[in-house]
């Protein structure tokens, strides 16, 4: 009877002794093959011609200014234009997009001899243009972002158009507008542009830009156009990086142009990122993901390190940052997601992913070489007890 209970002792000591070395639930995400990411929806790019095709094409609404037809929630990589939409007169909105080019040859959205057509919430990358009106009217762009095309946004030969709460970022040219009248730039970011932020070319009449952030472009404002306006006309003009303080800010260009109520751009604030949880997961698995939560007003790029080696830097669209960890060998990874705005803050975060094979088999991990060796050993050790036992 001794003999049985020590047995039972010292195996229960055993099965304590491993446990204690394998990760714990309470510190780590737990990731088992069955938990495997869902594959992201694509989309086919769409063309669209008169209000007859744009009826067809809607997912709602009935084309009117408070019911407008609907384009909404597509996912679309092209190699060419994604939405293109022309001579349409009926009420349309396109919302929820996510939308990018993989050649720089022509614009992502592109809204042709349309008029009252809606650009809103949409991620657009990639194109000669990330959205283009071209000769339209009443068309409005809102609460979108537009990033790494050669021009974010185009407005040329239209009229009475808007750009509104947008951002605008890593282009070459942020916003441009020629050969236009009437047309409304406010209260949106445009930042990091290689060459000049906002570009008001000839043949341009009365436009109106205004609560605008414009900062840290080769050229943060040049005017050719006739009458362009950088106030709201009674109280308030834009900030600017480059603004000395004092007196009025002096726009670049031909065509004198200068914004009265200027203020100064300065962003010391380092982007917000959160913590995830350290993960657990099977390394035979696929489809296993690490998600950062990260948040800035600039936001610009980021960089991941992984077991303190640099990877490849990535333009950053202000959204959560999800990685794949389906490349990463068998063992324990330090992590570290770096994330920059365009003023050239960071903010930072490390994570500790740990691949292991969870059936012991496999390729498995030097956690599982290690507690299965301890096992041998353990076992051998009461084997050895028992048999000296009288």
Known sequence: MRKEAIIVFLFGFVLLGISSMLPSPHLHQIIRTNELAIPSQTDEPITIIGNIELAQRSSGGVGTRSDPYLISGLVVTSAG??????NTTAFFAIRNCELKSTVGTAPVVSLTDVENGLIQNCYIRGGSSGASLLRSGDCI????????????????????????????????????????NGSILINSSIYNNSDQGVSIGAFSDGATIYRNNIGWNGINAYNSGNNTEFTNGIDTGNAWSDYSGSGAYEVSGPYPATDAFAT????????????????????????????????????YSYILFIDGIPQDVVLWDGRAITISLDSLPAGTHTLMMTVYDGAGNTGSDEVIATA??????????????????L????????VVIIKKMP
């Not at 234009?81 to 022309?86: E, F, G, L, S």
């Not at 012991?360 to 060796?373: D, K, M, Q, R």
């Not at 096992?375 to 009461?382: F, K, M, Q, S």
């Open 81 to 86: 234009t994604c939405i293109n939409i022309q």
């Open 141 to 180: 762009v809102m609460e979108s972002v537009s990033f790494d095309n050669f021009i974010g946004f185009v407005i040329y030969g239209s009229a009475n158009c808007t750009i509104l709460d947008c951002k605008t970022f890593s282009n070459y040219v942020g916003i441009s507008i020629d050969n236009s």
């Open 264 to 299: 100064v751009l300065i962003d010391i604030d380092i982007p917000d990122i959160d913590s995830p949880l350290d993960i657990v997961y099977d390394v035979d698995s696929y489809g296993v993901t690490l998600t950062w939560v990260a948040s800035d007003d600039f936001a």
């Open 356 to 373: 292991v094979s969870f059936m012991l088999g496999g390729i498995g991990t030097e956690l599982v070489i290690w507690s299965s060796a």
């Open 375 to 382: 096992t041998v050993a353990i076992l051998i050790l009461v």
